[in-house]
């Protein structure tokens, strides 16, 4: 049995089996289970993953929302919904080992939106049988785990992490939580839409808390949390990739963001967007 945090961490990156990664924290009889972090923190490069679940690069893209009337469609949406969900397991699970010296209730927070997560990925997998499909037989995508050297060599240590998983991918995340379960409901799977709002909600949680974390850790940026943002976000990330077609305002006003940075994130275009813009100006001129 596990006995502390960083043992439990551990666990979720170095096994390889779904099964131990999604293990719930062990009964501690009403007390926290005890976060006595060694004083070196650990880099973890990758996680270990069993054959069947591993990570793969260049996964076909997530089927559009207006797909989903198909069933093979959905299976493939849930599975990728519930592997998004995996690698932010181990990602939060990272976090802990990479930095043992972080303040105690942020250690906290950070455990607990680790235990949702796990929670996610059951809902999604849970959905994903229901329509007779099995994990094991769709493609496991890198696409966080390949962030994570940037976040580990950042001068900005865990403020990169913050501005890189909760006010980048994760708020990402507000928006195709709603987009899809809008496509999961018309298509008459209102139990997975379901799964899609209740996730949509918890993430806004895991939104504030990176969102509050990054700018007590960022003085110097006095409550900017556009600036804390700029500063912190490890490239290539960056806002043009905090949001999807649609976009949760709201959410986003729920989880503490600043309606200056709300407005930065809606405007943001990625450098592909404003090559594209760019183009079509030379082209319109000629
Ligand atoms: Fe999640
Ligand atoms: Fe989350």
Redo the contacts with the bound molecule.
Sequence with gaps: MVRDVHAFCLRILEAGDLQSKLMPVPDTEGEPLPDRAPSAGIVIDRPARDPEIRLEAGVPPLPRPGELVDGAARASCLARFAHH?LM?VELFAWALLRWPALPQPLRHALFIALQ??QT?CRLYLSRLEATGSRFTEHPHSDYFWKHAPAIANSPHGPRAFLAAMGLTLEQANLDFALLYRDAFREAGDKASARVCQR?HD??IRHVGLAAHWLLRLSPQHRGDQRAAYEEAVPFPLSAARAKARRFDAEGRRRAGLSESFIEYVRTARSPQELRGRGQQTSSGGA
């Design positions: 969900e932010a949702e997560e996610h996730i918890d993430e």
